[in-house]
Nanobody, 122 residues
């Protein structure tokens, strides 16, 4: 199983980025997908998740209204659209997969991508 995250980069505060995570080696449509992030010196924290069906999503309060998670089961890919970025969004972003239902706990995910760095400048 492989998860490949991409789309990170340097962006000014207030700007936007879209992260992608493409998977292989698993039946993508059977898996919920989550995005987590880890800033330097901090614990990895939950950002958003989406159920296998795509009809249920959940967001951390810190990103609600600014970030949108979506998925394309035909492309085995999950996305994270990030708008109105703030300096505190700077982190390495990781995608993760677990069967069926999403979770806010990183310990409940079976598979992880390698991470993509997002840097927001003021």
């Amino acid at each position: 199983v492989q998860l490949q995250a991409s789309g990170g980069g340097l962006v000014q505060a207030g700007g936007s980025l879209r992260l992608s995570c493409t998977t292989s080696g698993l039946t993508f449509s059977n898996y919920a997908m989550g995005w987590f992030r880890q800033a330097p010196g901090k614990e990895r924290e939950f950002v958003a998740h989406i159920y296998w069906s795509g009809d249920r999503t959940y967001y951390a309060d810190s990103v609600k209204g600014r970030f949108t998670i979506s998925r394309d089961n035909a492309k085995n890919t999950v996305y994270l659209q990030m708008n109105s970025l703030k300096r505190e969004d700077t982190a390495v972003y990781y995608c993760a997969a677990r069967p069926t239902a999403g979770s806010i706990s990183r310990w409940e995910y079976n598979y992880w991508g390698q991470g993509t760095l997002v840097t927001v400048s003021s």
